[in-house]
């Protein structure tokens, strides 16, 4: 093949910030964005999604903001709703075996991801199928083809399954086929690069050879993005630890206000994953936090308004920088504060669940466990409190959940 051509070079290495491409790094995409633009034929950029839950948070947007790159240099995304895999259900990484969904489940749920995506992808001009429309079309002897291209031994090479193993924790017979059912998505919508998070390197690794072994001569690239940490710094986040994840359907308030909550070593990571900040504006952050020339606060207040802003506007993440600084600077309480009735003689777990303060009584045990819950401002430890009041009283839970009960 011709040398390659700088630009292309440059738009490889533009794509690859925070990302690892499997095999070949850089050269190798650049390869295929070069032959792309001398061919004028969009490379098709597949990104897999069983719709398990109906919310996204900031760190789908990670995978999504690369997506958005590729759309951007004008290459045509293919977004794949897995209605056939989400009823088998992903097991990568988990200890246990997954649920699976219902039809009218992955529905809803992929209805709710695109009304999300478009905060960050122009979903209107992506290519979005279905795999159950080719998947349940397969014959048996189709499948014994397709479970042909790979062995047990290959299998039992994912973590996931090999800890289980050791573990005597039962492999259902159907999970090995989540992998291989994704890996032929990338046959039949013909993918040149596949994305997904680090833990997902086997499943798609896996799309390049069963590509190979149906015939393509150029098969996909993978790429692989991080998974990014939840507020507390350390559990990638997730919609199974409520208390450390910020959704994209949180109010300008909540999103501002839980930005604001992530330990000071994750600033960097979160502007270098969550925003378009340049390689000298990282740089720039990582020597102010390092020789402490600004206060870690205003650098993170910067982060918040910055990713707030690109999902609420920038008058959004004004109101919610304005809230934040009242209710945390000035130990004021929200001018809207909700009233509710009826909480009077509940206990103060059952509370903080009916108000959706906590997702379970365990969490609001946490909560409280953690000094986070305040009546009128004095913290309640005890679990048994419960509520006594003649006229009314503010609940506080965290630094941003309020409501005044009458």
């Known amino acids: 093949m011709a040398e390659i051509r700088q630009e292309f070079i440059e738009q490889a290495a533009h794509l690859t910030r925070n990302a690892e491409v499997l095999p070949g790094g850089i050269e190798e ?3 295929k964005l070069q032959h792309s633009h001398d061919t004028n034929t969009p490379l098709r950029v597949k990104l897999g999604m069983d719709p398990t839950r109906p919310d996204l948070h900031l760190g789908h947007t990670v ?3 690369k997506l958005r790159e590729f759309q951007n240099l004008g290459h045509k995304i293919v977004l794949i709703v897995g209605g056939a895999t989400a009823m088998v259900g992903d097991p990568s990484g988990k200890s246990e075996t997954r649920p699976a969904l219902t039809k009218e489940q992955v529905a809803e749920n992929a209805q709710s991801y695109f009304d999300q995506m478009s905060k960050v992808l122009d ?6 199928v279905n795999n159950a ?3 349940h079309k397969m014959s048996f002897t189709d499948l014994l083809k397709l479970a042909a291209q790979v062995t047990v031994a290959q299998m039992m090479t994912r973590d996931d399954f090999a800890k289980r193993y050791a573990e005597g924790k039962p492999i259902a017979i159907h999970e090995f086929f989540y992998p291989l059912m994704q890996a032929y998505d990338s046959v039949e919508i013909d993918s040149d690069i596949e994305l997904g998070g680090t833990d997902q390197r086997f499943n798609t690794l896996l799309g390049r050879d069963i590509q190979a072994a149906y015939g393509k001569k150029y098969p996909q690239l993978v790429m692989l993005l991080p998974l990014l940490e939840g507020t507390d710094g350390v559990v990638k986040m997730s919609k199974t630890y409520p208390e450390h994840c910020i959704s994209l359907t949180d109010s300008e308030f909540d999103m501002f206000g839980k ?3 992530i330990p000071d070593n994750m600033i960097s990571r ?3 994953l969550l925003t378009d900040a340049s390689k000298d504006e990282l740089e720039a952050i990582d020597k102010q936090l390092a020789d402490g020339s600004v206060n870690p606060r205003d650098i993170k207040m910067k982060l918040a308004f910055t990713v707030t802003a690109e999902y609420h506007g920038e008058d959004g993440a004004q109101r919610g920088k304005d809230a934040f600084i009242n209710i945390v600077s000035n130990k004021g309480i929200p001018d809207d504060i909700e009233e509710v009735s009826g909480m009077n003689g509940k206990g103060i777990i059952d509370v903080l669940v009916e108000l959706k303060f906590a997702a379970s009584k365990g969490e609001a045990k946490r909560l409280i466990q953690g000094g986070g819950v305040k009546a009128d401002g004095e913290k309640i430890t005890d679990m048994a409190y419960t509520f006594n009041f003649d006229d009314s009283v503010v609940l ?3 630094k941003r959940k309020f409501a005044k009960l009458v």
């Open 270 to 272: 979160y502007f270098s």
């Open 29 to 31: 995409l650049a390869i």
């Open 63 to 65: 995978v999504m903001r």
């Open 396 to 398: 506080q839970a965290g």
């Open 259 to 261: 930005l604001m909550s």
């Open 133 to 135: 429309d080719w998947l």
């Open 123 to 128: 979903v209107s001009s992506a290519e979005v």
